[in-house]
C-alpha cells in the first residue's frame, strides 16, 4: 500500500483530492478487513480465491458505512457473513467499483517491471458486472421541482422579509437554491465551492462572462469526469 501511495503522488502530486486518498485508504482497509492476516503476507502468495472472496465481500457482506454504523462497526468480517445486508445497508455499485480498482491497481504496481513482486497481477481478470435494467429499476424516481414549488421556495421569507438575516446569517440557504436554479450543478458540487472557482473570461463580443470552475483540487470531489 505505501508503495501504491509513493506511486500515486509522484504521478499527481497536489492535484489528488483528498476524497481519493480517502478513498484509496478505505478500499485498502476493507481489502484487509476481509483478508486479515494480509498485512502479514507475502504479495506473491495472494491467489485468485483471495480476489474473489473480496468480490463477494463486496457484493454481498460489506455495508455502506460500516465503520461508522454502530450495528457493524464492533463484528468481524466472518461475523458479517451472517448478517444479510437489507438493499439500503450495500455500498452503491460505483462504490464498490472504486474498491475493485484501487485493490487492481495496488497489484498492477507490485507486478511492473521496475519491482517484479509478481509475475501477474490475478486481480485484474476480477469485474463488477451489474444488470442495469434491474438496477434502474430500484432505484427511486426523482421528481423535479413545479414552477409552484420554485414560487413558494423563492417567495418564502428567506428571500423576502429576511432576505438581509438569511444573507448574513446562514448565507449558504440563500446562495446554494440560487446556484442549482440557474446551473443545474448537484448540491455537494455546490457546497464545496471556493471564492477562487468562481471565475471569468471575456468573450469574442467583448462581453465578460462568469463561471464556476468545477474541479478536484484541494478536499473537492467531482462524481463524473465530465
Known sequence: YA???KEKEQEVGE???QSTW???QSSYNDFIFVHPDAEHKD?????R??????LDALHNHLPKSRTKLK???ARSYFQLKDIELQEDEKMAFETKKKKISTIKQMFDIAADERYGYIEKNLAEAFTLKTNKKSKKQTEKPRHPLTTENLEKLFSSKLYTTHKEATLKYKTEQYWIP????????????ICQLYVEDVKSETISTGEKVYYF???????KHLKNEN
Open 3 to 5: 508503495l501504491f501511495i
Open 15 to 17: 492535484d489528488i483530492a
Open 22 to 24: 480517502r478513498d484509496y
Open 43 to 47: 504479495i506473491a502468495e495472494f491467489t
Open 49 to 54: 480465491e483471495d480476489f474473489r472472496t473480496f
Open 71 to 73: 450495528q457493524f462497526r
Open 178 to 189: 440560487i446556484i442549482a436554479l440557474y446551473t443545474g450543478m448537484r448540491e455537494n458540487e
Open 213 to 219: 470552475d468545477l474541479n478536484e483540487k484541494k478536499d
